[in-house]
């Protein structure tokens, strides 16, 4: 009786166990039946070229809207509205206009829940300002400020793929001059999947005759995309984040070279491709 009340006992421990193990593996697979793991999310951001002597923004955090399917989901999402950071942010003071010329800066090199993410989202903090004619002015963001410049992606990241993200802003079209003369912020900001785009790279050759130095702007034209760069002192440029597509391709020299504007009627960019246009001279 003793031997027989023994083996009645393991054996229900046992089947207790059992028992316990599966719920617990089931409650795991409910949790996220969707997208398990993680993706790679790396974002960086440059600027096409602006009238202005400097145009500082701070950056104070990257978040993605996902679909709240798993557990790790719900905890990073502490407000609740589907919004999550991405961690790891370089956050600080960025200068725009030491972002041209194919200069980028990583805002984050992060590791995101695996799903469908709908927008992207850029918050910034209150010390952003702009340098006009040696000047430093504050520039006022409170829409960005309160709840972020939102960019659209609405696309699902794969477990265990690379996403790479481009914030190209336009600081001629982003700072307004208001009444009182003050600015604004509105950003304006083009979003590329650099997996996708492709790059434009070239050499602007000034004449024989010409012995200074000279700035050229290199902007690059599409049906609905116009990117711009200026060349480096030894002037090479680089046009990142370019849709594929076909592109008009004009060089402008600064105004006191007297050089003429250099075009080129047809640039053709495919994805994860780079265009070189070898040597253009003015």
């Known amino acids: 009786m003793r031997y027989l009340k023994n083996v009645t006992l393991k054996s229900l421990m046992i089947a207790t166990f059992i028992s316990l193990g599966l719920t617990s593996c089931s409650e795991d697979d409910d949790s996220n039946p969707s997208g398990e ?37 719900a905890e990073a999402d502490v407000d609740g509205d589907g919004w999550v950071s991405v961690g790891d942010v370089n956050t600080g003071v960025y200068d725009l206009l030491e972002l041209t010329g194919g200069v980028s800066q990583l805002l984050a090199d992060t590791e995101v829940p695996a799903g469908y993410v709908s ?15 040696g000047v430093e002015q504050p520039l006022n963001t409170p829409s960005a400020q309160q709840s972020g410049l939102k960019l659209q992606l609405n696309q699902t990241f794969e477990a265990g793929e690379n996403y790479a993200f481009l914030l190209d802003f336009d600081v001629d079209k982003s700072i307004v001059a208001t009444g009182n003369g003050s600015y604004n912020l509105k950003p304006v900001i083009r979003l ?12 602007v050759v000034l004449p024989m005759d010409i012995e200074t130095s000279v700035q050229s702007l290199v902007v690059l034209t599409g049906e ?36 003429d504007t250099y075009a080129i009627g047809t640039v053709e960019v495919k994805p994860n491709e780079t265009t070189d246009l070898g040597e253009l001279t003015l």
């Open 37 to 73: 793991g993680q993706a790679n999310l790396t974002v960086r951001m440059t600027d096409a070229p602006g009238d202005y002597d400097a145009v500082f923004v701070d950056v104070q955090d990257i978040e993605i809207h996902v679909e709240a399917d798993s557990e790790m989901d």
């Open 119 to 133: 927008q992207m989202r850029l918050i910034l903090g209150s010390e952003n300002s702009v340098v006009v004619d």
């Open 192 to 203: 590329s999947a650099e997996a996708d785009a492709g790059v434009v790279v070239g050499a």
């Open 224 to 259: 609905s995309v116009t990117i711009s760069a200026y060349t480096d002192a030894e002037g090479n440029f680089s046009l990142n984040g370019v849709p594929a597509g076909v592109y008009s391709l004009e060089v402008i020299p600064e105004a006191d070279a007297n050089l």
